[in-house]
């Protein structure tokens, strides 16, 4: 197994432009096995970094996969040597845990386009709706040399905080005519956001969803970039209108604040390897606590008074040290002495 | 295969100008019930639309859907695409309107199965759960 | 419903006023077939059955009389008794000088009318050679990619004698041109000329999908075509709204109504947004429903949509000529009904919903073949199809009288229901803002997958019944014999092709190609540049590409 990571990470270095197949399957494999992701530096000391990871959410129904079709139509023809990555995000059911991708409908022309890879993930229960896959995914997509990521998910539940989690910059997309827009408003997504998109912008009430985000936004204390007046694009995705606007907006976001975001992205890096140690060990920490022997007789102890919670803690903490493999040789050794 | 962490990926698509889906979205809904993880490409798109999107996706499986009759150009088109990229080893079924004796053509040519009207759900993810769990070159 | 001022009369008043002024018209430039319409024992049966004075209430106002608003009851006078409905089958396959045998053979067996299916190609706008074609040539019917493909495909055929239907949408401006074209070839002058152009684009991203261009685009060349052919081609049918799609696709029957009359509504629009008044246009407007074997649903399905259409057209669009309220239809018997398994039966269905469209009263019908599951139809099939309409015009009886359900307490009360469903449907997607909205928001197809899958899971679990298929097996199939598309002739089609291109005046096409993308960024009607093209043998796809240069593709959505 360990073979595997470290040779389809060597093929895909080696041969970025060549290694479809390996790359995907590298984004398999971590999606699967979401601890194993640190294990991918083990050859690579300098992971290659995208210029930026694009998180783009809002309600259903205001063009979000138009707009990241386009995005990435003129984002290749502005720069042709580029490659970029699409990560579209769709839920689970949360009965059979299965789930319909249909992200890639509106983005089919880029299929042929060796520059863009797009890879459909299923939040797969996960709390907040976005999938752990994702940071697998991210980190293949920059061994791939992708210069520009972008993370699509519906906005609902709280996927668009998560999004913010792995993306430089989330842009929520609204339009006109999506219900009460002042609710929309009010909701976590103006949180969430940095640059605001209005679609459908030459449908009625575009101006007026506009003049009523800039308000709301002008109000906005909390959030990400509460000091930085949130811009707002106006689009017609559909038309192809205000993609060019909105790539010289990212750009300049990208120009002020690129070096920032590759800092916070390794820092948070080093902060999910450190929670993924922390979660490992409390994986067999618990493993030990629940197996007969120590785990039951200890907190019969605790209740009859005769240890404390501290105490078992640090016993706990003694076995856990050792192995998986050779815990149950420990535990009958305590029985043993035990008795 | 399925196990709590991983769900098998299957992709959907439909070569060619045939423009009816009803039975591409219907087979979406009962993998998706049956537990896959399913990418739909939607209608008209070329067979290497379709391979590079299954590659990308790393998909066990790719089920094709075509009600014109182009079957035999365009599933071959894909099988062999499929083989030049090296990615033979992701499952080929089709579905549609296919006469009976296209099919042992089709099954020869490397198509693991073919569904036409009247197939039921339970036959068609059991034959899918079957293709997929079954060792490769099996 | 609007006071209706017959409702002063009694029914047997209005009955009476109705035999003498409208029915009266009616006979005497269309006398009914018979002096008598008699049973098979030999009753003389009524033109038309009205409530007795016991059962009277809202007749006038919610069935009034055949050919009179609001057309519940059926949109002629004299219905069946008048003339039958046409027999219209569908076909066309391989390459045009098949076809034109296939015609001529159907003309031959009594067939009243002709109904041209292209292939896959030609319908979304890729020549024969186009690498976009491959594969799909000539496999669901006839490849046109030039005027000279047209010719052939009417060859011996006098167009101003027959009457032709030709499924085509995304490229129906550029078919019909030829059509013209080839008509004035033959001597014949388009104002002779009847027939109907499916040009319904609204459905095609809805459940069809040979769409080519954006929405908006493509209802500017539909609301060109109205122009066009009301002051050149009168006799002609501009649009052929379809609900059989729809349905196809796995709508329900209010959903079929529904949607088919938002589609209206959103053309109707259209064409008085471009300046042309409603009653100059509506009369010509057709329509096309699919017809299941669930019967009385049927037949009261057909009622519905008569009654609300009419009333759409009268209230909302202030329509004053009866013409433009009237609902007339093509039907076709419904394609996912037939089953692969033992496919005698579905000559069984079929004759079922034959009996409802009838029962329903269709303007035209076309009856599938046994095979239609599993390919294209056998001669032999496509004959037992049209016997099938035949048998039910002459033997059994139904159209010695008008509506003849009408009055049935079950029939009446399942209309009701159906309308008042459909109006649903239909205020919802008023509230989104139209059609073209909610065919981009996704509404309108997420409700058709929703209610295939429902109907799907129903089969499934056996609530529904499908003989042969989920109950009633047999073990083994029977071989049938069925039609294989001919090999060579997708090269046959390339090489004609590439004749008739070769032996053009190039600079006339190019010539003819720049007009048509100049019309088409600004306001003129595309029709005369693009029958110019056609006429000095520009080709479907090259004829496309310049549209597209300015109108763009559209990209299908998903959920």
Do not use: W
């Given at each position: 197994m360990d073979g595997d990571i470290a040779g389809l990470v060597r093929e895909i270095s080696q041969n970025p432009a060549g290694s479809t197949r390996a790359a995907a399957r590298l984004m398999s494999l971590l999606e699967n096995h979401p601890t194993r992701i640190p294990e991918v530096h083990a050859e690579f000391a300098n992971w290659p970094e995208p210029l930026m990871v694009l998180g783009i959410t809002g309600p259903p129904g205001a063009g979000k996969s138009t707009l990241v079709d386009q995005l990435v139509e003129s984002y290749r023809k502005r720069h042709p040597q580029r490659r970029l990555g699409v990560i579209a995000v769709d839920p689970s059911s949360p009965f059979t845990k299965g789930a319909v991708m249909g992200d890639r409908v509106r983005m089919m022309r880029h299929a042929t386009d060796s520059n863009v890879f797009v890879r459909s993930l299923a939040s797969r229960g996960h709390l907040g709706g976005l999938a752990l896959g994702v940071k697998g995914v991210l980190r293949v997509m920059g061994l791939l040399q992708c210069q520009l990521v972008l993370i699509e998910t519906v906005g609902v539940g709280q996927s668009e905080m998560e999004v913010a989690e792995f993306a430089d910059l989330v842009a929520i997309i609204l339009a006109p005519g999506q219900g009460d827009g002042i609710q929309l408003l009010k909701s976590g997504l103006m949180e969430t956001g940095d640059v605001f998109v209005v679609n459908k912008g030459d449908r009625e009430g575009a101006s007026q969803l506009q003049s009523q985000l800039r308000a709301t936004l002008n109000l906005r204390t909390s959030g990400r970039d509460s000091h930085n007046r949130s811009p707002i694009c106006v689009t017609s995705a559909l038309e192809g209108k205000g993609i060019a606007e909105f790539l010289d907006l990212l750009e300049e976001q990208h120009a002020k604040y690129g070096d920032e975001w590759i800092a916070r992205r390794q820092q948070r890096f080093k902060q999910e390897i450190e929670q993924a140690v922390l979660e490992e060990a409390q994986r067999r920490l618990a493993e030990t606590l629940r197996t007969a022997g120590i785990g039951q007789d200890g907190i019969a102890h605790i209740l009859q008074g005769k240890t404390t919670v501290s105490e078992l803690a640090t016993r706990l903490l003694h076995l856990g040290a050792q192995d998986t493999s050779q815990h149950n040789e420990g535990t009958a050794d305590e029985r043993k002495s035990e008795e | 295969m399925q196990t709590a962490?991983?769900?098998?990926?299957?992709?959907?698509?439909?070569?060619?100008?045939?423009?009816?889906?009803?039975?591409?979205?219907?087979?979406?809904?009962?993998?998706?019930?049956?537990?896959?993880?399913?990418?739909?490409?939607?209608?008209?798109?070329?067979?290497?639309?379709?391979?590079?999107?299954?590659?990308?996706?790393?998909?066990?499986?790719?089920?094709?859907?075509?009600?014109?009759?182009?079957?035999?150009?365009?599933?071959?088109?894909?099988?062999?695409?499929?083989?030049?990229?090296?990615?033979?080893?992701i499952l080929v079924f089709g579905g549609g309107i296919i006469p009976a004796s296209d099919i042992p053509g089709l099954r020869e040519m490397g198509i693991s199965a073919v569904f036409t009207p009247g197939a039921s759900a339970k036959e068609i993810t059991a034959t899918v759960d079957r293709l997929l769990s079954a060792p490769q070159g099996a | 419903m609007k006071e209706n001022p017959k409702n002063k009369l009694s029914t047997a008043q209005a009955r009476q006023a109705w035999e003498e002024t409208t029915v009266a018209k009616t006979v005497t430039r269309f006398p009914e077939r018979r002096a008598r319409f008699d049973t098979v024992s030999g009753e003389e049966i009524d033109r038309l059955y009205t409530p007795q004075p016991e059962t009277e209430s809202s007749y006038l106002d919610k069935l009034g009389f055949p050919g009179e608003y609001p057309f519940t009851r059926g949109v002629q006078p004299t219905m069946y008794r008048g003339r039958l409905w046409t027999m219209r089958q569908y076909a066309g396959f391989s390459t045009a000088e098949e076809s034109n045998k296939r015609y001529r053979y159907l003309?031959?067996?009594?067939?009243?009318?002709?109904?041209?299916?292209?292939?896959?190609?030609?319908?979304?706008?890729?020549?024969?050679?186009?690498?976009?074609?491959?594969?799909?040539?000539?496999?669901?019917?006839?490849?046109?990619?030039?005027?000279?493909?047209?010719?052939?495909?009417f060859d011996g055929i006098p167009l101003d004698k027959v009457s032709t239907s030709m499924t085509i949408n995304s490229t129906a401006s550029i078919l019909l041109a030829m059509y013209i074209v080839t008509a004035e070839k033959q001597g014949v002058p388009p104002h002779k000329l009847t027939g109907t152009i499916q040009n319904d684009i609204l459905k095609e991203y809805i459940a069809r999908g040979t769409y080519r261009f954006p929405p908006n685009p493509s209802l500017r060349l539909i609301s060109d075509t109205f122009a066009y052919c009301t002051k050149n081609v009168p006799r002609w049918n501009t649009i052929s709204i379809s609900g059989y799609h729809i349905r196809e696709a796995g709508a329900t029957a209010a959903q079929e109504i529904a949607f088919t009359l938002c589609d209206a509504i959103c053309y109707v629009e259209t064409a008085i947004k471009a300046g042309l008044h409603v009653d100059e246009f509506a009369p010509r407007l057709a329509f096309f429903f699919a017809c299941h074997t669930d019967l009385f649903e049927e037949v009261a399905k057909f009622r519905a949509a008569r009654r609300l259409y009419a009333r759409i057209m009268k209230e909302r669009f202030g329509a004053k000529d009866p013409k433009s309220m009237m609902l007339r239809f093509h039907t076709q018997t419904g394609g996912v009904t037939l089953t692969a398994q033992q496919p005698d039966n579905n000559v069984v269905r079929v004759a079922i919903q034959t009996l409802a469209a009838v029962l329903g009263g269709t303007q035209s019908l076309h009856t599938n073949s046994k095979d239609e599951a599993l390919a294209l139809p056998t001669e032999d099939s496509v004959l037992i199809a049209l016997r099938t309409q035949q048998i039910m015009a002459h033997e059994s009886g139904v159209t010695n009288t008008i509506d003849p359900l009408g009055g049935s307490y079950f029939v009446e009360q399942l209309t009701d229901q159906l309308e008042a469903e459909a109006e649903q449907y239909i205020k919802t997607i008023d509230d989104m803002g139209g059609m073209v909205t909610a065919i981009e928001q996704g509404y309108v197809q997420r409700q058709i997958e929703e209610s295939a899958y429902r109907y799907g899971m129903s089969v499934e679990e056996k609530e529904r019944i499908v003989v042969g298929v989920n109950q009633y097996q047999v073990g083994q199939e029977p071989e049938i014999e069925t039609f294989t598309v001919p090999k060579q002739t997708a090269s046959k089609q390339i090489e004609n092709l590439r004749r008739t291109k070769a032996g053009r005046d190039r600079k006339k096409v190019d010539k003819a190609l720049a007009n048509i993308e100049a019309a088409a960024r600004g306001d003129d009607n595309l029709m005369p540049p693009i029958i110019d093209a056609v006429r000095v043998c520009a080709s479907t796809g090259e004829i496309c590409q310049s549209l597209q240069e300015v109108f763009g593709e559209y990209k299908e959505n998903f959920h």
């Open positions: - | 962490n991983s769900r098998a990926r299957i992709l959907i698509g439909k070569p060619g100008l045939d423009g009816h889906d009803r039975g591409a979205k219907y087979i979406v809904h009962i993998l998706r019930d049956a537990g896959y993880e399913v990418i739909y490409t939607g209608i008209r798109r070329s067979p290497e639309q379709i391979v590079e999107a299954a590659i990308q996706e790393d998909v066990a499986a790719v089920g094709l859907s075509l009600l014109s009759g182009a079957h035999n150009e365009l599933f071959k088109r894909v099988i062999d695409l499929l083989k030049a990229r090296g990615a033979s080893d | 003309l031959e067996q009594g067939s009243t009318g002709l109904s041209v299916a292209f292939d896959l190609p030609t319908q979304i706008g890729y020549d024969s050679d186009d690498p976009m074609a491959e594969g799909e040539i000539g496999k669901v019917g006839v490849a046109i990619s030039t005027v000279r493909g047209m010719e052939k495909l």
